[in-house]
């Protein structure tokens, strides 16, 4: 049994980038050597704790530093053995029969080059060589709602964040709230941002940066707000996720596996996913997620989701990983999710005027162990509450222990973590239509969501 307000996560563990790792001279850097961002990486009690992520039907997983592997900044290396078979005599551990190859090659390769440059010579013009000239528009010609254009339009918008604190350094996205300096990233990102002698900040697109604090953080919404003493930033406009419906193109942009400035293209693949995140020593996040194939991977936490507008409509959050994948690394396998912009702004406010967020509440708890149609309401105390919170929501409404929803102003529910998140995606004080069932008899109940304590 689960209380909704804090309930226990459900489905298939993901796991959590781990927020610190050893300090990282430039984490901004392009990697040195080609890496493997899917490599298996190796978890120990400095890592810091789990984070699950679930989905209903599909594990999730957070996203935060870049390289969750050891070494934290950088991939393992890899060992090769050297061929086997005779060597060609003063060409020390080279097989005699590459040696030949490419001999071969090098002469096939001056021989070609040779007869072209013969007739580039002789005719004194490349054109003529048979070469094709392109002939059409410029770099700078693109359209402003092409892909391109979008992309030009948003990415001097986006940022990258790093936290650097007593135990290492994590990084991630955002992107600019308010031209006065107010920057919406992840609060899985800054999780460690307020901890004694932890720094942030803010990496902007032409390559200049900002230290950061810490304006509100909520771990039930996993969002964070951030400030830069600086002005005349320019905001991106948050569009209404609402109006999103599968199929609509969409542009994920942020700084994956530490690449900033990085932009993939996708589409709206679902809506209304229900993800859960968070651990047994940590607050659950519950989100009604924005599902879409754009390719997101570790790093993209806090980077918006943008539709054909340019209008952010989702702040990349989390990616789904593989059965059977849990402790090791993962990246975009096309099950990307983002926080709805909607929900969003509405958090965003909260943080910016009083530093923490509340969400809404109906005042039951529910049955995990329920397994018929619906969720059941719990019919035992847990921690010292009551299935139905006295002079509640669901009490004043008149619904019981033991009662079964069935939906959610139509919406047909069949998982506790369904409800939590359509209910997570109101505001206190909204009416929802609750379809219940008390034995065999049906009926609609009207419901006054009430606020939360908050975080």
Known sequence: MTNPERPFPSGSPGQEQPPFGPPQANPFAAPTQAPNPFAAP????AHGGQLYGAPVGAPAQALGDPWPG?????????????????????????????????????????????????????????????????????????????????????????????????????TGSGFVLRQDGYVLTNHHVVADATAAGATTVVLFGDGTEESATVVGQTADYDLAVLKVERTGLAPLALGDSDLAVVGDPVIAVGAPL??????????????????????????????????????????????????AAGEVIGVNS???????????????????????????????????????????IIGVLLDQ?????????ATEMQGGSAPVTPRGPADAAGIREGDVILAIDGRPVTDPDELIVAIRAKTPGDTVVLRVRTGTDERDVRVVLDESSGS
């Open 70 to 170: 050891d070494g934290w900044g950088s991939p393992p290396p890899v060992a090769t053995a050297p061929p086997a078979g005779p060597t060609a005599p003063g060409r020390k551990g080279l097989p005699l029969g590459w040696v030949v190859l490419l001999v071969v090659l090098a002469l096939v390769a001056g021989s070609v080059g040779g007869v072209v440059s013969s007739r580039v010579l002789d005719d004194g013009r490349l054109a003529e060589a048979g070469l094709p000239v392109a002939v059409g528009a410029g770099a700078g010609d693109r359209a402003p709602d092409s892909v391109a254009g979008i992309a030009a339009a948003v990415l001097p918008s986006v940022v990258s964040i790093q936290v650097s604190g007593p135990n290492g350094t994590a």
């Open 318 to 360: 989390a990616i789904a990983q593989p059965p059977g994948s849990f402790g090791g690394a993962s990246g975009s396998i096309g099950l990307g999710f983002a926080i709805p912009s909607n929900q969003a702004r509405r958090t965003a406010e909260q943080l910016i005027e009083t530093g923490r967020a509340t969400y809404p």
């Open 42 to 45: 190796s978890y120990g009690p």
């Open 369 to 377: 162990r329920y397994a018929g149609e619906g969720v059941q309401v």
């Open 258 to 307: 530490g690449l900033e400035g990085t932009v993939t293209t996708g589409i709206v693949s679902a809506l209304n996913r229900p993800v859960s995140a968070g651990g047994a020593d940590s607050d659950t996040a519950f989100i009604n997620a924005i599902q879409t194939d754009a390719a997101i991977n570790p790093g993209n936490s806090g980077g918006p989701l943008v539709n």
